[in-house]
């Protein structure tokens, strides 16, 4: 009994419930405009790969069409799209050369038989374990490769096999332009980069056509309007197209042949499905009729589309990322719209293969040059050089260049374990004294081989001393627990104490790994710790706000909180007394702690919309804030409250919308409380607040400030406050802060509007409150 699991088997986790099959081939409108729109990017781009291989140019279109209706049809990602990928363009150049075009065929079913026998074992996943920095660098020499090919099609003449030939020839070939070639060339690039760039409305919707189609359709047409004489697209009749033939050669080359395909169509696709679901999971709007991507299902039908394309003389067969993403962003539901695409590509290389005629091999070379340098991604390679897998990336992306891909591959490979060993094996252990206190800092993977060190290292702690070993290890094996249980016990049977953050019996076997060479602050944003928590771009859809959230708590417990754990035990055991009431808005932009300086136990904070202070006994209102105010001045005894305002405050948005604040929601009730501040800029007084040295940039901030002043006057209503400030043992402040200038501004003028000065570098050290109102 075979162990391979046939297409059509049900997959209910990725795909959902069975639908009814006589509705499963009736495309939805969306369908059919994805697919138009996908085809107008395939039909050029797949001649285009065709003629940077070398092959015949209707192998591209075959490919193209097979893409779309069998791995379309039998693939495990719905909405991927695949046909000829620029990625195995070198690949599939260099078996040509070295075996003809036939016998190429012959090993594109080989390698989609392999796929099959992967697909049925189901070690797809498994194929993800390869190193991002690998896959990035193979794309990147691959795209270098292409780049240097194409670019002497590009001037009007023909490439070699090998880059560093074409890299000796292109000098002589700079010698002898050929204009014609080169001007349709330069037109296709530069409509390639001005038509994603239109402005406007008109842009919007010029833009919906695809600059692929538009810059090899605008250099067509110019070419033939103006008679340029220069190659073009020549695409033989269908009846001598050639099919797969038995390749023949060594067996040993043959078999590197078939696994370089079989790797790098398998890899392509596999990314390329995971890409898919993750722009799906993004998208706003319908939601499609298919789940998550059954990667082993993607294997079989990507097999099954290579043997089919190979057997009928076309190229090998990928997921394609510029498709793929045209068709999700297109609006694509099922893989209808996969599959209607792919008919498409046969109507046309059936009935337009006049018009097809008319393009310039040279456009053609200029929109494949054009991919090739896209694939050197400036964004992969600082992603590479955040995770110090720089090295792996050029040993690939060099390997792939000068040696082939699968040599590359390897390369790549071998330098990533390296890497990985030489990280397990580099172990940073340090004794400092400070104050009598001995610190032992292990920093790196504490194994069996850092045992050594580490022993030499704690006898260098004198009998009968305290000593702190801090161990930032993610990993510690049984040798190093070992060999530290044992020193402990013996410096503390001798009359010293050691200490051992972060575990209750003292010693951590393993924990969260902390990242090498993270520089975030507290401040970074979440968004920007991904490059240091490596999990981050796993996480499902839909989970990654609240792992979010997690995963910040769990840096604060790895990186900060030991190092504020005795002053918050101190202010555990003393009680809170804070010196000042802060009151701003909850803008999430608004950090009190950073843009103050302050620390635990500093602040008393406050927050809500629009940093409101309801006026005493107004009705709808709200005692939260008045009990927090008495709380502060009465039982704490602060001797300051500041009022903060803020640029591109929503509050001040909403109040100077038409009308203010509508409806008898709480949003709208308490914005109410706002109000006595627009009347005040409706006044018109002309020594309203200010900012030092211009005028506020729009009425939303010069609101803010107003509203500052405002709130200030709310507050000396308040008994408590009146109270305080009557017998002199309180101020008051007003505060704003712009958030794209990083600058706080504190308000001074006495009572009533003032002027609100910058708070510069040195503001502070001389003693004194510029703020006091």
Not at 271 to 290: E, F, I, N, Q, S
Not at 680 to 690: K, L, N, V, Y
Request: aromatic share 2%.
């Amino acid at each position: 009994m075979s162990t391979c699991a046939p297409p059509d088997t049900p997959h209910p986790p990725p795909h959902g419930p069975p639908r009814d099959r006589r509705s499963r081939f009736r495309p939805a409108g969306a369908d059919l405009s994805a697919a138009v729109a996908v085809f107008l990017i395939a039909l050029p781009l797949s001649l285009g790969i065709a003629l940077a291989t070398g092959a015949p140019l209707q192998a591209g279109l075959v490919a193209a069409a097979v893409g779309g209706l069998v791995a379309g049809r039998l693939g495990g990602c719905p909405l991927q799209v695949s046909g000829p990928a620029a990625g195995l363009t070198v690949v599939t150049a260099d078996l040509i050369h070295r075996y003809g075009w036939r016998a190429t065929c012959g090993i594109t079913v080989l390698a989609g038989a392999a796929q099959l026998g992967l697909g049925c074992v189901r070690v797809a996943r498994g194929a993800l374990a390869v190193s991002p920095a690998v896959v990035h660098g193979m794309l990147a020499g691959i795209g270098i490769t292409i780049a240097v090919a194409q670019l002497h099609i590009v001037l009007g003449g023909s490439p070699d096999s090998s880059v560093l030939a074409n890299v000796r020839a292109l000098p002589d070939q700079l010698a002898h332009l050929h204009p014609a070639a080169v001007r349709m060339s330069a037109l296709t690039l530069v409509l390639l980069l001005v038509w994603p760039r239109l402005p406007g409305r008109t842009g919007r919707v010029l833009r919906r056509v695809p600059a692929a189609l538009v810059a090899v359709a605008g250099a067509t047409a110019t070419a033939t309007l103006t008679g340029l004489v220069l190659p073009r697209v020549d695409l033989p009749s269908w009846r001598s197209h050639a099919l797969a033939g038995l390749p023949e050669g060594p067996a040993l080359g043959l078999a590197a042949a078939v696994l370089t395909t079989t790797l790098v169509c398998s890899v392509q696709s596999l990314l390329g499905a995971v890409a898919v679901d993750k722009l799906v999971a993004a998208r706003t709007g319908p939601a499609p009729r298919v789940g998550r991507s059954d990667l082993d299902r993607e294997l079989l039908g990507q097999g099954a589309a290579n043997i089919v394309s190979g057997a009928l003389g076309g190229l090998p067969v990928a997921g394609v990322a510029v498709r793929s993403t045209a068709n999700v962003k297109s609006g694509a539901l099922s893989r209808n719209s996969t599959m209607l695409h792919g008919v498409l590509v046969v109507v046309a290389a059936l009935l337009m293969v006049p018009v097809l005629e008319e393009i310039p091999l040279a456009s053609l070379a200029a929109l494949v040059m054009a991919v090739g340098v896209q694939m050197v991604s400036l964004h992969h390679i600082r992603t590479v050089t955040r995770h110090r897998e720089v090295l792996v990336y050029a040993a690939t992306t060099l390997g792939v260049v000068l040696l082939g891909v699968l040599q590359g591959v390897f390369l790549g490979v071998a330098m990533a374990v390296a890497l990985a060993l030489h990280r397990l094996t580099r172990t940073r252990i340090t004794h400092e004294e400070k104050g009598g206190v001995h610190h032992v800092r292990v920093r790196g993977q504490l194994t069996f081989l850092a045992v050594p060190r580490l022993s030499r290292i704690l006898h260098l702690v004198p009998q009968g001393a305290h000593a702190v070993v801090e161990l930032d290890a993610s990993f510690m094996d049984h040798a190093a627990y070992e060999s530290l249980r044992d020193w402990r016990s013996t410096h503390t049977a001798r009359g010293g104490t050691a200490e051992l953050p972060g575990r209750r019996d003292g010693i951590r076997t393993s924990g969260p790994p902390r990242s090498a060479g993270c520089r975030c602050r507290p401040w970074t944003p979440w968004r920007d710790h991904r490059a240091c928590l490596p999990d981050a771009a796993a996480a499902p859809a839909g989970r990654e706000a609240g792992r979010e959230l997690a995963r910040g708590i769990g840096t604060f417990q790895r990186n900060t909180a030991p190092l504020v754990r005795g002053e918050l035990a101190r202010l555990a055991r003393e009680g809170q007394r804070p010196a000042q009431l802060f009151l701003t808005c909850a803008d999430s932009r608004l950090v009190t702690s950073m843009i103050t300086a302050s620390g635990p136990g500093d602040l008393f904070v406050v927050r809500n919309v629009g940093n409101l202070v309801p006026a005493p006994g107004e009705e709808h209102g709200d005692d939260s804030v008045a009990a927090a105010v008495e709380y502060a001045v009465e039982v704490l005894g602060v001797r300051s409250i500041t009022v903060c305002g803020h640029s591109g405050c929503g509050a001040m948005q909403a109040l100077l919308s038409a009308g203010g604040p509508a409806g008898d929601t709480p949003l709208g009730r308490w914005l109410r409380h706002g109000l006595p501040s627009v009347a005040r800029m409706a006044e018109g007084r002309r020594d309203r607040p200010r900012l030092a040295g211009r005028s506020p940039a729009d009425a939303m901030e010069e609101l803010g400030l107003i509203n500052v002043v405002q709130q200030l006057e709310h507050l000396r209503a308040h008994g408590p406050v009146a109270r305080a400030l009557a017998v002199g043992r309180l101020e008051l402040h007003g505060m704003y802060f712009d958030v794209a200038e990083a600058q706080a501004y504190l308000l001074t003028g006495g009572a009533g509007d003032g002027v609100f000065e910058g708070v510069t570098e040195g503001a502070g050290a001389g003693g004194g409150s510029r703020g006091a109102v």
